[in-house]
């Protein structure tokens, strides 16, 4: 028996000064059930430092639910890293550049939700901050948040404001006029301030107190490219007063004009329009960014610059929707220059447009628009290239929609939604293994959705989460399981699995109880969902009917042979022997009762004992990924059904979503040609459209079937980004032979047509270089290799090991 299901390893804890606590105006914090709602809240402490002390200084701090810190005036951070409050993440910045002997002074500004999102839970209004540094003799020095800091509400910034959508805080409306000071400077006036509440973080909401075990995020200064528009937007006859209402309506009467190909981003004047009618500015960035926006303008006073961000434009403009994309912002000037940047809202967008509401008659300069990016730090991405253009594009937008997914989290998008979805996850965690080869992300996904997990074992779909506003989706819980395999592979066993092999356990005991006496999961309640197939106009997989739905139950066979495995690296033998057993018995009865012998598929579904009429790849292509070896009668006949291309059309199209199953299934059967092709047929069109980024669907914009109004999907979603793992795993032609990524395998394919391809691959040691060639001529059909191997790595190619260095191969 596994002594994992009855012993864990004992946590870490963060040591704090004895007089450190959580801190918080004293207007906001007289109970524990009154709290206040989007409450922006500004910090003060200054204090002295000898001048023997060190030049090291960390600064240890996290807020609920957002802060920005500066350090002596100088802007040092943001955060904190998304977590359970029940196991808080603490961020630790470095700020001993900051520090000077003598007089300094942190400041800080958070905005406290009041409510949950798609990245937060919801507790109390909170700052926990200590600096440590020292002297020159050792003794520590300690400055953390208690009484002594100085405190007071933001009033620059409206707490009435509309959210962004349920995933998300509020949209920052900003008012200048009311920042009287440079609030986070050193020499600020103390006038207005008062002395903040404290109380023990021991007896508090947050009750283990984490290191972040991520680094903190990267950022950098982006410049817009290019001025793309200009236009007018009438105001509304009838306004609603709601002000993201106003812009949806105001947005179907701007009339747009081109802007001039010689016209600069920079110090762009915009001149009041006629009476009523606001000014529209576009600005490009060139590719979707996330980040904060930051506006350089000369302004007058009260004149309001309302933004709107978009992936792309419609028609030229900026769509925005009421249920669940009002992604805006506005800043009312004060009078003269001013550097202007969004505090927490972080948003993602190729354009922004603006609306420059003059106060008077007099013209605003718009000097500089630009944003302060923000992602995980990849300091080596892997790099592809190749001699077909359209494959490059499909390489460039799915690598760059991967690497701006890659937050402090995997997130889904980085604009509508910022969610760590479990489904999605999985897919980037895989692909990121060739990407980035970095393992810390995707530990803290496995560990975050864990934490999830209700008393019966089922997790949520997405994590942290304080929105609440699905049900679990089972499929989701069964990809974390299968998860743990894929992480395991990549980086080695270094005790996650052990850590949590009680709560696998619990997950598919969970499942357990809607087996039928076949041994198929039936009925299975709340959202089934598996794969979005042709959205959003065509047909969804046939999997919302309840009864037994063939890829639930071939994601639960894959999910209890990965928990055999698991079982025998622990060394559970009676957990092994039951789920090899349950295994089996799944699987012959998927074979038995979901077989469509006249369509050469498994069916969607069996609901009444009756097998649904439609088929799809999504479960097809689950068959063969852990069903089916190549060569079975089945595999033949589902290849010819679903994948060939004379089966187009007859079964449902996956989305981007489950495009990574269909590789995984078209790969086992030596089909990497089909997929080549299906990579051209479905990216192409997105490359075709000038799309910077892999779309959630397959198609962006697109009418509504109700009222007949252009809707759109997400424009950058990474789900879809499986041509990154495809491209280096199957033409640059390398495959892990040993966790880690320390002895790999190098076999290159040039399929017809590509001349040409060639990789620089992250791994445990080193940077791998790959480059594949047609030889001269191209005539005699071998192929020159060329390689560049790290100290460390094993590679094998052409059945030669090969050590560290230059190599040159000929191979055909």
């Not at 550049?97 to 300094?104: E, H, K, S």
């Not at 009756?610 to 799809?616: A, C, E, I, Q």
Request: charged share 25%; hydrophobic share 40%.
């Amino acid at each position: 028996m596994a002594t994992t299901r009855f012993k864990r390893r004992r946590p870490s804890e963060l040591e704090w000064g004895a007089d450190t606590g959580i801190v918080w105006h004293p207007s906001e914090t007289e109970t524990h059930y009154e709290h206040p709602v989007q409450s922006f809240c500004q910090f003060r402490k200054s204090f002295e430092l000898p001048a023997d002390a060190a030049a090291e200084g960390k600064l240890r701090i996290f807020a609920d639910s957002k802060y920005i810190v500066y350090v002596n005036g100088v802007y040092a951070g943001r955060g904190p890293c998304r977590s359970d409050p029940r196991w808080q993440y603490v961020d630790e910045v470095d700020v001993g550049g900051l520090l000077r002997p003598g007089d300094n002074s942190i400041a800080v500004m958070v905005l406290y939700y009041g409510y949950g999102t798609g990245q937060s839970i919801d507790r109390i209004p909170a700052l926990l901050a200590e600096l440590r540094t020292a002297a020159q003799g050792g003794e520590a020095l300690i400055v953390g948040t208690d009484e002594t800091w100085l405190c007071r509400k933001a009033a620059a910034y409206d707490e009435r404001a509309p959210r962004v959508n349920g995933c998300q805080g509020p949209i920052e409306i900003y008012d200048a006029r009311l920042e009287t000071e440079d609030w986070y400077k050193q020499e600020a006036v103390a006038e207005g301030w008062t002395a903040a509440k404290k109380r023990d973080f021991k007896l508090s909401p947050f009750w283990n107190l984490l290191k972040r075990p991520i680094p903190l995020l990267e950022e950098t200064e982006l410049d817009a490219c290019r001025l793309a528009g200009r236009g007018v937007a009438s105001k509304l006859a009838a306004p609603s007063g709601r002000l993201h209402l106003d812009m949806i309506e105001e947005t179907k009467g701007i009339r747009l004009f081109a802007a001039d190909s010689s016209d600069s981003p920079l110090d762009v004047w915009s001149k009041p329009a006629a009476a009523g009618e606001a000014e529209v500015l576009t600005y490009d960035f060139g590719r979707i960014e996330p980040g904060y926006l930051q506006i350089d303008v000369t302004g007058t006073s009260g004149t309001i610059i309302d933004v709107a961000y978009a992936e792309e434009l419609w028609e030229g403009k900026a769509l925005l929707n009421a249920s669940n994309n009002r992604s805006l912002d506005r800043f009312i000037l004060a009078e003269g220059r001013q550097r202007l940047e969004i505090a927490f809202g972080w948003k993602a967008c190729r354009y922004v447009q603006l609306r420059i509401r003059h106060a008077d008659s007099r013209p605003v300069c718009l000097h500089r628009i630009g944003l302060r990016t923000r992602g995980y730090p990849v300091t080596e991405p892997a790099v592809f290239k190749c001699s077909d253009p359209m494959l490059q594009r499909v390489w460039d937008i799915s690598a760059h929609t991967l690497r701006i997914c890659m937050q402090d989290a995997f997130v889904d998008s980085p604009s509508r939604e910022q969610q760590q979805w479990m489904g999605d996850g999985r897919w980037q965690a895989l692909y990121q293994t060739y990407y980035a080869g970095d393992g810390r992300l995707h530990r803290k996904l496995l560990e975050q959705v864990g934490q999830s997990q209700d008393w019966q074992g089922m997790t949520a779909q997405r994590y942290p989460d304080g929105h609440h506003n699905y049900p679990p989706i089972p499929s989701f819980c069964l990809h974390w399981v299968s998860s743990f395999g894929e992480y395991l592979e990549a980086y080695g066993d270094d005790g996650l699995l052990a850590e949590w092999w009680p709560n696998i356990v619990q997950a598919l005991r969970w499942f357990s109880g809607f087996e039928n006496k076949e041994g198929l999961l039936e009925d299975v309640p709340y959202w089934s969902y598996i794969d979005a197939g042709e959205a959003p106009l065509g047909r969804w997989p046939d999997v919302e009917r309840g009864g037994i739905v063939t890829a639930l139950n071939l994601l639960y066979l894959e999910a209890v042979r990965c928990a055999a495995g698991y079982a025998r690296l622990v060394g559970d033998t009676e957990a092994e022997a039951y789920y090899a057993r349950t295994g089996d018995r799944l699987a012959d009865a998927v074979k038995r009762s979901l077989w469509m012998q006249e369509a050469g598929a498994y069916a969607d579904c069996r609901v009444e004992d009756v097998l649904g009429p439609l088929f799809s790849e999504s479960a097809n292509a689950l068959a063969l990924a852990v069903l089916h070896e190549a060569g079975d009668a089945r595999s033949e006949a589902i290849y010819r059904s679903v994948f060939s291309s004379v089966a187009q059309g007859s079964a449902i199209q996956a989305s981007p979503f489950f495009m990574q199953v269909v590789y995984r299934a078209l790969g086992k059967l030596g089909r990497e040609d089909r997929m080549l092709d299906l990579v051209r047929e479905r990216y192409g069109p997105m490359v075709e459209a000038g799309a910077t980024t892999v779309w959630e669907w397959w198609e962006l914009f697109y009418p509504d079937a109700r009222t007949g109004e252009t809707q759109y999907s997400s424009a950058c979603h990474a789900w879809g980004s499986m041509p990154v793992y495809m491209f280096l795993r199957s033409i640059a032609g390398v495959r892990s032979l040993e966790p880690g990524r320390r002895v790999v395998e190098i076999a290159p394919w040039l399929p017809d047509g590509l001349d040409w391809a060639e990789g620089e691959i992250p791994t445990a040691c080193g940077r791998l270089t790959v480059r594949a060639e047609r030889e001269s001529g191209g005539r005699t059909g071998a192929m020159l290799l060329h390689l560049t191997v790290p100290e460390g790595l094993g590679v094998l190619a052409k059945g030669e090991s090969l050590g560290a260095g230059e190599h040159h191969l000929r191979i055909g």
